[in-house]
Nanobody, 116 residues
Framework: QVQLVESGGGLVQPGGSLRLSCAASGFFFSNYAMSWFRQAPGKERELVAT????????NYADSVKGRFTISRDNAKSTVYLQMNNLKPEDTAVYSCYFRRSQREYWGKGVLVTVSS
């Protein structure tokens, strides 16, 4: 069955960096665009970044442009989110996502806390 398992979250100081990973299984990974979403306490879920199946095209939320980079390794069926210059407002649960036909798939998410 389809599985998306995130890792790499944690506590980091403002200005620091983290790299999130999402290991995928149960589907033909390179066929699908992958996305990272985040949800901060008391806020709506936000689309952070998307990458096409080949990795040739990416899109970012304005709030993370220039600081975050999404990438993928199709040989490892893994998508990454490199987060630099982190700010307290980046604190959230980060989840990876993809859609196949009309069905959506989500990982359980990892918590990223940016605090001094």
């Amino acid at each position: 069955q389809v599985q998306l398992v995130e890792s790499g979250g944690g506590l980091v100081q403002p200005g620091g960096s983290l790299r999130l990973s999402c290991a995928a299984s149960g589907f033909f990974f390179s066929n699908y665009a992958m996305s990272w979403f985040r949800q901060a306490p008391g806020k709506e879920r936000e689309l952070v970044a998307t990458i096409t199946g080949t990795g040739g095209s990416t899109n970012y939320a304005d709030s993370v442009k220039g600081r975050f980079t999404i990438s993928r390794d199709n040989a490892k069926s893994t998508v990454y989110l490199q987060m630099n210059n982190l700010k307290p407002e980046d604190t959230a649960v980060y989840s990876c996502y993809f859609r196949r036909s009309q069905r959506e798939y989500w990982g359980k998410g990892v918590l990223v806390t940016v605090s001094s």
